[in-house]
């Protein structure tokens, strides 16, 4: 893998506390990277490291194998949209997509030309002449976000971007960010703590835990084969039960389920402990045991209607499992009753302990 | 009297004008009255006429202290910016330590009577004051004149006045956005051009307040420019004092008062429907 943007060994302490800890990471030319993870736990600081707003107690980063380390912000030629947008009140729209373009001498009439095209690329066709204040949220996201692709970035950052807008246009905008990143071929790292978010957006989602990387993959790996137990807590719903390989084929052993057939994606050897990952909406909820299934019983404590599904709480001996069905199967239990709960072999992944 | 609380008291919306009644009496009497007294003698005295005004309006001496009130105000104000923006960005860019030290600097001084800075000046610019002995102990033959001009004047005025600048500036300052200062390096800007086009633009809203509130109490300053100025560069309200005390001409002397009036409450009003005058106290 060529990579663009290279992140090696960064460590950021802040006094004695250790906000990033060696973070390596590095991204192709034209990726969309989602930087996901819990507040607090270094997704800005490492922006900023990028961005030249922070300093790296140890470690480099380099754009297309050169080092970025020593170059102030405003040499380092990086987009950033804030989450709070951080347009200039003084200016128009406008003349805010064009600051950028002043700043690098581009004549007037030139510039505001370029900066029109711009703001129609993000949708904003007329809008030129308006101050920050007459621009709804979304818009001003948008001219936030023309503003910092307008001067060909070489990399644009941008840090919870849709933090403050409602469901609707925070979808709508997702489609939007994903368009426009695409028509420019744009690298881009994205900020969220929203993981439906970055699953919809992203190539490679890269989860952060205090401080760390906790995997670096495509949307699809980090939902089905999760690196560590908190990654598979922290994206998606998931039942987590702790057990020991009993055959490197595939069968582990809980005190819960009893013995439970998994398909090894990673070689493992008896006697290993493993977290059994088994996602909510892989399990049948039924009457009877399924033939060809792994068949327990589970006594259903709770159930939560969402209307086109619900998700049905229950316990299979100490064990909480938590079960996602289809608006209509669930006709079939009530809470307290007991019933018999099923997955395939192919719908179990084993997470090795650290 | 019991009853009547009782009823008012069933009437909350009466309560805040009740309250404010002690107030609106005491501006009525000490304040509207009297200025009306002045606004009546100027037409008045000595018969009833507008000979006054326009005499003030004419007249090349009076003309020539309306200029010179005009331009102290002006090279006041200047002075105070000048003086007041780099010490208020100093203050909102220093630790939170020597930020209070300046502060405590500006409002000691602020707190300080006026008239005792006054004659502070005069012990420092005077013949035998502390800056002509050193302007002779590193060899001037001649020392230049300080005291009673212009220039000390102007030097006292732009000390007693500096803070309102340094405070209405400061207090825009700090609400700035750091991430607006953030965005703008991201996007290429530093250095001089970084100050140019976000920072001053965005600090232009406490250079007018400060600067509409020290031209318009400099306009009116009185002790200071008597005691300090030049005689022959007398400001308006000087020439107010002079022309009641000296001459009796209280019909002259209410006639420039009104008009010194007139203009601080023209300069307000464009400035109030520029920016709002609600802002002007920060
Ligand atoms: N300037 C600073 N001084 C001290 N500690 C800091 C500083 N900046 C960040 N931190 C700490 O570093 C850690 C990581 O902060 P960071 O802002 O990178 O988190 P984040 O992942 O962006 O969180 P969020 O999702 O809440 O934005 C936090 O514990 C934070 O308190
Ligand atoms: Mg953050």
Redesign the pocket.
Known sequence: MTSYLQIDGVTKK?GD?T?LEKVDLSVRKGEFVTFL?P????????LMIIAGFEKATHGDVLIEGRSISRLAPHERNIGIVFQNYALFPHKTAAENVYFPLQMRSIARSAGLRKAQEMLSLVGLEGMGGRYPKELSGGQQQRVALARALVFEPSLLLLD?PLGALDKNLREQMQIEIKRIQRTLGVTTIF?T?DQSEAMSMSDRIVV?EK?RIEQAATPLDIYHRPATRFVAGFVGESNLVPAEIKDAGGVAESAALGACDFEPAEPVSPGDNVTLLIRPEHIRLSRKPIEGRKNVSMHVDTIVNYGDNSLVIGRVGDLQMRVRVLGADVVIIKEGEDCCVSWLPESVYAIPAA | MGATIARLAQRPNLWPWLLLAPLALYLAIFFLVPLADVAIMSVTEPKLSLANYERVLTGTLYQRVFFNTFLTAGLVTLACLLVGYPLAYLMNHSSQRTAMLILLLVTMSFWTSFLVRTYAWMVLLGNNGPVIGLLRAVGFETTPQLLFTRFSSTLAMVHILAPYMIMNIYSVMRKIDPVLIRSAESLGARGFSLFRHIYLPLTAPGIANGCVLVFVICLGFYVTPVLLGSPREQMIAGLIGTQIEEFLAFGMGSAMAMILLAVTLAILAIYHRRFGLDKLWG
Not at chain 1, 39 to 46: A, D, E, I, L
């Open positions: 802040f506390f906000a993870g507040s607090g736990s270094g997704k800005t600081t490492t919870e900020v703590h952060f401080g």
